[in-house]
C-alpha cells in the first residue's frame, strides 16, 4: 500500500510516499490510516484538518482501503 | 471550448479575454490573485504552490460544472499557478461570462471560495528567516 503525501504533511514524514508493505500494518480503512498516522507522527493531530483522497476524490472514515488504491493525504488546502 | 481548467507554471493574464469571450454573453467577470508583500506585517519575500495534480485538475472541473449549471454560464476558466511566485505576480485566475452581468458576479465569486475550499493546492509563505505553510494549524 502507497500513501501520497503533500504540502505540510509531507514535511512531517520526511517523504512524499510512504509503503505499508507488511501485512499486519495495512490499515484497512480511510480512518485506521489516519490513527496510524496520528499515532507514527503525533505532528498531525495539530494539523487544522486531516483528510484523505483515494483515487483522487475525497473519502469519509468509513472507506475501506485494499491497497491497490492510489491514497494520498490531503492537510488543509491553501489555493489561491 | 465551454470550460478552460488548468494548472500552469506561469499564469498569463492577458489571455483570459479571448478565452471568456463570447457571442451570446453580454458580461465577462474575472478575479486575479496575487502575491501581497505583508502577511501580519511580516515582509513576505515568495510563495511556493505545490498541488496533487490529477486530483486537484478534478476538483476544479467539478466547481466549474457546479458554476455552469447553476447560473448557465457560456464560458467558464479556473486557472491556477505552482512553484515559486514573487511579490505582485499573479497566481490564480478564474473567470465566467454570461448573458447577463449579475451571474459572472457571482459565479466569479463562486468560483474563487470554492477552489480555495477543495482543491488540493498548499501555499507556503516565505519570509526572511522562516517560511509557513498556510492555514495548516489553528
Same mark, same amino acid.
Not at chain 1, 494520498?72 to 488546502?77: G, K, L, M, Q, Y
Not at chain 2, 457560456?74 to 476558466?77: F, L, T, Y
Given at each position: 500500500?502507497?500513501?501520497?503525501?503533500?504540502?505540510?504533511?509531507?514535511?512531517?514524514?520526511?517523504?512524499?510516499?510512504?509503503?505499508?508493505?507488511?501485512?499486519?500494518?495495512?490499515?484497512?480503512?480511510?480512518?485506521?490510516?489516519?490513527?496510524?498516522l496520528v499515532d507514527s507522527y503525533p505532528e498531525f493531530s495539530k494539523l487544522n484538518a486531516l483528510?484523505?483522497?483515494?483515487?483522487?476524490?475525497?473519502?469519509?472514515?468509513?472507506?475501506?482501503?485494499?491497497?491497490?488504491?492510489?491514497?494520498?493525504?490531503?492537510?488543509?488546502?491553501?489555493?489561491? | 471550448?465551454?470550460?478552460?481548467?488548468?494548472?500552469?507554471? =506561469?499564469? &498569463?493574464?492577458?489571455? !483570459?479575454?479571448? *478565452?471568456?469571450?463570447?457571442? #451570446?454573453?453580454?458580461?465577462?467577470?474575472?478575479?486575479?490573485?496575487?502575491?501581497?508583500?505583508? =502577511?501580519? &506585517?511580516?515582509?513576505? !519575500?515568495?510563495? *511556493?504552490?505545490?498541488?496533487? #495534480?490529477?486530483?486537484?485538475?478534478?476538483?476544479m472541473e467539478k466547481i466549474a460544472d457546479r458554476a455552469i449549471e447553476k447560473w448557465n454560464l457560456?464560458?467558464?476558466?479556473l486557472r491556477h499557478a505552482v512553484g515559486e511566485k514573487g511579490v505582485a505576480e499573479p497566481v490564480?485566475?478564474?473567470?465566467?461570462?454570461?448573458?447577463?452581468?449579475?451571474?459572472?458576479?457571482?459565479?466569479?465569486?463562486?468560483?474563487?471560495?470554492?477552489?480555495?475550499?477543495?482543491?488540493?493546492?498548499?501555499?507556503?509563505?516565505?519570509?526572511?528567516?522562516?517560511?509557513?505553510?498556510?492555514?495548516?494549524?489553528?
Open positions: 500500500m502507497n500513501v501520497l503525501f503533500f504540502g505540510i504533511a509531507k514535511d512531517i514524514v520526511g517523504n512524499s510516499e510512504l509503503i505499508f508493505s507488511e501485512e499486519l500494518n495495512k490499515p484497512r480503512t480511510v480512518a485506521a490510516l489516519k490513527k496510524q483528510a484523505v483522497a483515494v483515487n483522487s476524490e475525497y473519502a469519509t472514515d468509513d472507506v475501506t482501503l485494499n491497497g491497490s488504491e492510489e491514497i494520498a493525504i490531503i492537510p488543509p488546502v491553501s489555493g489561491g | 471550448m465551454k470550460k478552460i481548467i488548468e494548472i500552469v507554471d =506561469t499564469i &498569463e493574464t492577458a489571455q !483570459v479575454y479571448a *478565452e471568456l469571450s463570447d457571442a #451570446k454573453s453580454g458580461g465577462i467577470c474575472v478575479f486575479v490573485g496575487t502575491v501581497r508583500e505583508f =502577511t501580519n &506585517e511580516e515582509e513576505v !519575500v515568495a510563495l *511556493e504552490f505545490e498541488t496533487y #495534480k490529477t486530483m486537484a485538475l478534478k476538483e457560456n464560458k467558464v476558466v490564480v485566475v478564474v473567470g465566467a461570462s454570461s448573458a447577463h452581468r449579475d451571474a459572472c458576479f457571482e459565479a466569479c465569486r463562486f468560483l474563487i471560495d470554492t477552489l480555495k475550499e477543495t482543491v488540493p493546492i498548499w501555499k507556503k509563505e516565505k519570509f526572511k528567516n522562516k517560511s509557513v505553510w498556510v492555514s495548516a494549524h489553528p
